[in-house]
């Protein structure tokens, strides 16, 4: 048996850091049992020994009942964690010791680890956390989690730990303390009696989360709290974080000594006087967010891009290729494998190094501090938009993946801003859909390519700026949540916590190319190859696609694009939308070839489309329905069908709606 | 007053915070204990919301619950 160790901390204190220090790429996400918020473990050894390390989410108190908290708190309670590490950032004492001195009350083995020791350095402070130990009675181990400073101390100091639960501090004024012990005694309850009793005297109340017990008896308890109490001049639920605070500032006023004068300003605050100036914000965030597409979308992805495709083609499509042609395989199973398999994934695929980009300077934002100043710039023009500041954030994350986005939502503590934003985040273009607009921008768009492309990104903004305004209405009514946000220091990102985190959102894209569109790939493949009675045809409009996606193209032949080929690439796009590509691949039978010279699917585009009904389509697939991962996302997240269905339904909507605009619009002034 | 018509660079002091609430909690768990110094640091672009210092640290919040907030300036 090895040893369970949970990492417990406050945002923005290097937890993420720390957790990569701990146990390198050696991590494994998935999510908590019942919920979908993501958990990751990981494994790490000290002496041979094998220990496991949970990493719980950022969270400021135990107190608040926000999903996360509950989690953090049920992981801790549930007896499967043996030693605790709490993070603490030095140079936020005071806050992140509140959320310690909760965990001490918890009373399980524990260690603290003292991070940017090197910030408080340089500000010329310093902190005997050797007299901090002895007060709170828990051993505390300085690192520098950017540096991977004391990591093997600090597994060292956990592994010795184990089995120890520390005396707790006198946190609490004698009349308080008397209080608790009072409850304490009085409730019974065996697990975590302390916290529980805190909680109580803080909350009353006829409940104690979790336990059953009698409501009279809680009655008679609450009352006698109640006048107990009132030896403090504020309300009861305020007294015990003030008496926890109280306890903070004097045990940190004696543990720290300022060696040389504090200067006013830091190097943080210096860049912020810029970044989030009053004239000079708005510009500095437009400019990082032209930043943000130009690198990955402009120049340096595309060189990435066309060498990557190039190594595609001549590492793998056309040796693979050669061979089968070599062994004479019979035509439809070098069909399956080149147009359809190589085809498919290939075109995907080709889109990795972009996408790649655009994932790593997103983690570049959130790793700075700079989303948060974002969120900051625009809260009260999202409002206006029934919106938070905090959406901006699921809101940017949309143009990398709907999925993640929609995760990003828990920060959101209201639900119905959750709500809203979740059905508009799919309106911001995901790196998927950017495939589909590269291929038709190329194809009738030459001379202005980017304005195209940038032109339908702005028309998904416009469109979630505008369904914000109608739906905080109609659909969403309820009050708006609050902003108390935290402005971390900038931070310069550490390459290891980039890599690792660009890393697992690319992963994503690549298993989903492997995998998903894989198998969508050859099953569109047989279904454009072989008629209802499962004969090979000539001419795929005769196949099973053929004649379902005729049926369905007049749906869409008001917008301008009734051929049954586009028809059946939207039906593909909800597997994945980057299959939309790969599947006008597959139909027009350019398959591999579209990969390695997207001109050739150029060329049969546009028989079928004109470039208005081409930016028609372009607008379709930026709007409707997203893929079914998306979906499922949402429907987790939104934990209910009726409204997932209804944002889809509006999705839709609404696409066909503004296609129809476009195309029909287009025709009455003459374009087309 | 309250910390909403606290100007930017100046200091005050928290005497007490609004009706009982989840918010008034969450401010609190923030470190918005009465008697703690806070200092405004600036508005938002915009005009909402503002950015404080509080404990050695930044924090934004809406001016709405900034009103929330009483101060006695220092």
């Not at chain 1, 993070?87 to 965990?103: G, K, M, W, Y």
């Not at chain 1, 708006?480 to 890599?499: A, C, D, G, Q, V």
Request: include cysteine; charged fraction near 20%.
């Amino acid at each position: 048996m090895g040893l369970h160790i949970a990492l417990v901390g406050n945002p923005n204190s290097g937890k993420t850091t720390l957790f990569n220090d701990l146990t390198g790429s050696n991590q494994y996400v998935g999510n908590w049992p019942g919920v979908t918020v993501e958990k990751k473990t990981g494994k790490a050894k000290h002496d041979h020994l094998p220990i496991d390390i949970t990493d719980l989410p950022g969270i400021y108190s135990f107190s608040t009942y926000t999903l996360e908290e509950v989690i953090a708190r049920e992981f801790v309670e549930s007896g499967d964690v043996d030693v605790i590490i709490n993070i603490v950032d030095a140079s936020n004492i005071e806050r992140n010791l509140f959320l310690t001195l909760q965990l001490l009350e918890m009373r399980k083995p524990m260690v603290i680890a003292m991070n940017m020791m090197d910030v408080l350095k340089t500000r010329g402070t310093l902190l005997d956390c050797v007299a901090l130990s002895k007060q709170l009675n828990v051993p505390i181990v300085p690192i520098v989690a950017s540096k991977s400073q004391g990591i093997k101390e600090l597994l060292q100091t956990a592994v010795e730990q184990m089995g120890i639960i520390p005396p707790l501090p006198m946190i609490y004024n004698e009349q308080l303390e008397n209080v608790i012990v009072m409850v304490e005694k009085k409730l019974k309850i065996d697990v975590m009696s302390r916290m529980h009793a805190v909680r109580y005297v803080e909350e009353g109340g006829i409940a104690v989360l979790g336990h059953i017990i009698d409501p009279i008896f809680l009655a008679q308890l609450n009352e006698e709290v109640e006048k107990k109490i009132a030896f403090k001049n504020i309300d009861r639920d305020m007294v015990i974080s003030d008496e926890k605070y109280a306890f903070i500032t004097s045990l940190v006023k004696g543990v720290t000594t300022q060696i040389k004068e504090k200067e006013k300003y830091s190097l943080s605050d210096k860049i912020d006087t810029i970044v989030t100036h009053r004239i000079l914000a708005i510009p500095i965030f437009l400019l990082v967010m032209f930043g943000l597409f130009s690198l990955s979308f402009g120049p340096v992805g595309s060189f990435f891009k066309s060498n990557f495709e190039w190594l595609i083609q001549e590492g793998v499509i056309i040796p693979i290729s050669s061979l089968l042609e070599l062994l004479e395989v019979s035509d439809w199973l070098y069909s399956l494998v080149v147009d359809g398999v190589l085809g498919g994934v290939g075109s995907v695929l080709s889109f990795l190094p972009e996408i790649t980009i655009l994932f790593l300077t997103l983690s570049i934002l959130e790793d700075t501090g700079y989303m948060a100043r974002a969120a900051f710039i625009m809260d009260r023009l999202l409002r206006k938009f029934g919106l938070s500041g905090r959406s901006f954030i699921p809101m940017i994350m949309g143009f990398g993946c709907t999925v993640p986005a929609l995760m990003a939502t828990r920060t959101l503590e209201s639900e119905r801003d959750r709500r809203l934003t979740m059905m508009i985040t799919p309106f911001m273009s995901c790196g998927a859909r950017f495939p589909i607009y590269a291929v038709f921008a190329a194809a009738f768009f030459a001379n202005s390519q980017a304005t195209i492309v940038f032109s339908i990104y702005l028309l998904g903004i416009v469109i979630a700026v505008l369904s914000g305004i109608i739906l905080k209405r109609f659909v969403t009514k309820g009050k708006i949540s609050s902003f108390i946000m935290e402005l971390p220091e900038y931070r310069w990102p550490t390459p290891k916590n980039l890599l690792l985190h660009t890393w697992d959102r690319v992963r994503g894209f690549i298993i989903k190319a492997g995998t998903v569109i894989l198998v969508a790939m050859v099953i569109i493949w047989f279904l454009q190859s072989f008629d209802f009675s499962f004969r090979m045809v000539d001419d795929s409009v005769n196949s099973i696609f053929g004649i379902i996606g005729t049926k369905l193209a007049v749906i869409f032949q008001p917008l301008g694009f009734g051929d049954w080929r586009s028809a059946m690439s939207l039906i593909v796009g909800l597997v994945a939308k980057e299959a939309v590509v790969g599947t006008l691949g597959v139909l027009y039978g350019v398959g591999e070839a579209a990969v390695d010279n997207p001109e050739l699917l150029s060329a049969p585009l546009r028989t079928m489309f004109t470039p208005l009904s081409a930016y028609s389509f372009m607008a379709f697939t930026l709007l409707y329905m997203p893929c079914i991962a998306a979906f499922a996302a949402m429907k987790r997240e939104m934990n209910s069908w009726k409204w997932t269905l209804i944002a889809v339904s509006y999705q839709t909507t609404v696409a066909w709606l503004v296609a129809f605009a476009i195309y029909q619009g287009g025709l009455l002034i003459g374009l087309g | 007053m309250t910390l909403k018509d606290v100007k930017p660079g100046q200091v005050c002091v928290i005497e007490g915070i609004g009706k009982k609430s989840t918010l008034r909690k969450r401010i609190i768990d923030m470190g918005l204990t009465i008697g703690t110094t806070i200092e405004v640091r600036k508005l938002a672009p915009l005009g909402d919301p503002i950015e404080i210092l509080i404990r050695g640290y930044h924090l934004s919040l809406r001016k709405a619950e900034a009103a929330e907030v009483f101060v006695r300036l220092i």
